[in-house]
């Protein structure tokens, strides 16, 4: 049945069809096939990442994605940067998401737990796609949200200074308005 109800090429006939259709392909294929985990038993994260690539309001999050092991997020930052480098759009349209009743469960340990380790993931990702203007956590959590939900076009973004990465130090930067969020 999952192949049926949920694989997510079946969205293409409906995207052909009602092309300013928003939607959010949630999980981007979900995290246990990014972990590495030999029981999930589709791996649609290609098919997602095409569907982003080929209409226009098409966007996938990465919410449930546990990242407690270092070594897991490590393996799951490498492959995220390798596929945002494969399908550019990507950049532009992942959302950063938590299911956040689901951070009560299993290793996550509450919202502010998984931020942090959401945070990490983020910084990992960042630094592999160094040499380009991008910053994971900003895109992911403040300006693809808003491209999202529609209030604000790609035209409308300025680029931030450097990555997240390099003004952690600087004052009143970016971070310091949002991370009453996430802490």
């Not at 919410?63 to 270092?70: H, K, L, M, Q, R």
């Not at 997020?73 to 689901?102: C, H, V």
Request: with cysteine; glycine share 8%; proline share 4%.
């Amino acid at each position: 049945i999952d192949d049926l109800c949920t694989d997510p090429d079946k969205w293409r006939n409906v995207l052909r069809d009602f092309p300013q259709l928003r939607i959010n392909l949630a999980h981007f294929g979900g995290y246990g096939i990014w972990s590495g985990n030999p029981n999930q038993l589709q791996d649609w994260r290609e098919s997602i990442a095409r569907l982003v690539q080929d209409y226009a309001h098409v966007y996938t999050d990465l919410s449930a994605f546990e990242n407690t092991d270092d070594n897991v997020r490590e393996r799951i930052g490498t492959q995220l940067a390798d596929f945002i480098s494969r399908f550019p759009k990507l950049r532009n349209r992942i959302l950063m998401g938590s299911d956040w009743y689901m951070t009560e469960a299993g290793n996550l340990k509450g919202v502010g737990p998984y931020y942090a380790n959401e945070f990490e993931l983020l910084k990992i990702v960042t630094e592999n796609l160094s040499g380009t203007k991008f910053d994971a956590w900003y895109e992911f959590t403040v300006v693809n949200p808003l491209r999202f939900i529609g209030l604000i076009n790609i035209e409308d973004v300025e680029e931030p200074e450097g990555t997240l990465l390099g003004v952690l130090d600087e004052e009143k930067t970016w971070l310091d308005k949002y991370w009453i969020y996430i802490t």
